[in-house]
């Protein structure tokens, strides 16, 4: 049966994932569950993609509405969490998963501390009481790892100045430059979701790396999941830009000692090591300011918050106001000690 429900063995309501405890919960009646001593369903059925269009609250017997990309839900009658596991079998099976450490209540109570942070945002948006709605979320990634080969030419010099007499020198050497590097990189996250803001998913990261576990359907429940929209080699190129800046970094590192290095071949053959398919924590608050819905996103182990706030205007003039005025001060206060006059 694609339609995966963990059912309380006490009572038999619906058990949910708990961040604080990292096990399997009952909301009824306190029941815990050790998630890796819970036989995954996923291991001993084998669905084919498309193989099941419809898919049946096993709880009610709802129709689940979803869209093509969700494999975990809740149903929307009776609130049971389901997993979709056609969705997540073959090559649509996740490697790892990093867990939620995070709450919704915990979640909750970041964001509005986040709030009340903003320097430049208008006052009643600090106060954080128009939360819409907060989703807890398993969004896809490729975790890329990279090897990169590296040959680069370049035109170094070095200056050298002192004083012989009444003379003083300044000598300039030219030299090649040339640089052999091996360069890896583990663990580059790419979101793999059509849906999700690319923006803000980069700038959640890092996640804890050190926090993957093997997949187990039973981390999904109680939670949103999606499936990946683009495979791994449909977003590579993506990764290789994504390191190119680390590696200009360290090629440009790499010839300290000079004045100045001008490089003038590069060649840079980046090959695939591996391409792991993750699922990572991902709280996405909506929240209603001035009749318009902004979007935030919240890293579920590390508690990051990324977004863009409203600014106030009134705010802005008064902090730009600040500046001059301090600016001005200034001035005037070095131009009395130089013995002028400022107006």
């Given at each position: ?82 997993v979709l596991g056609d969705r997540l079998t073959g090559e649509l099976a996740p490697a790892k998963i990093i867990p939620f450490s995070i709450s919704k209540e915990e979640a909750i109570q970041a964001f509005r501390k986040w709030c009340r942070n903003g320097l430049l945002t208008p006052s009643d948006f600090m106060t954080a009481d128009r939360i819409k709605g907060i989703t807890g979320i398993y969004v896809p990634f490729w975790l890329y790892g990279l090897h990169n080969h590296i040959e680069v030419r370049g035109l ?188």
């Open positions: 049966m694609p339609v995966i429900e963990y059912k309380c063995p006490n009572c038999g309501s619906s058990m949910v994932f708990d961040s604080e405890s990292g096990m399997l919960h009952c909301p009824s009646c306190g029941r815990d569950d050790n998630i890796e001593e819970i036989p995954d369903p996923l291991t001993r059925n084998v669905f084919t993609e498309n193989e099941v269009n419809e898919y049946h609250c096993t709880s009610c017997g709802a129709v689940l509405m979803t869209e093509a990309e969700t494999a975990a839900t809740v149903c929307s009658f009776c609130g049971s969490s389901v170094g010099t070095k200056v050298r100045s002192y004083t012989r007499g009444d003379y003083h020198y300044t000598e300039t050497m030219h030299y090649e430059v040339y640089r052999k590097i091996r360069l890896n990189y583990e663990n580059v996250p790419i979101d793999a979701a059509e849906k999700m803001n690319d923006e803000l998913m980069d700038k959640l990261e890092p996640f804890p790396y050190g926090q993957l576990k093997s997949f187990k359907s039973p981390y999904l429940a109680g939670f949103i999941a999606e499936k990946y929209s683009y495979d791994e080699s449909e977003l590579l190129p993506r990764a290789k830009e994504k390191i190119r800046q680390y590696i200009d970094s360290y090629i440009q590192s790499s010839a300290s000692g000079y004045a100045t290095v001008s490089f003038t071949d590069k060649q840079i053959d980046t090959t695939l090591a591996r391409a792991d398919y993750v699922l990572l924590p991902v709280w996405m608050v909506q929240y209603d300011y001035n009749k318009a819905e902004h979007t935030f996103a919240m890293n579920g182990q590390t508690g990051k918050v990324v977004g863009k706030p409203p600014i106030s205007k009134g705010k802005v003039s008064a902090w730009f106001a600040g500046v001059s005025g301090i600016s001005f001060l200034s001035l005037k206060l070095i131009s009395w000690m130089m013995g002028g006059g400022f107006w």
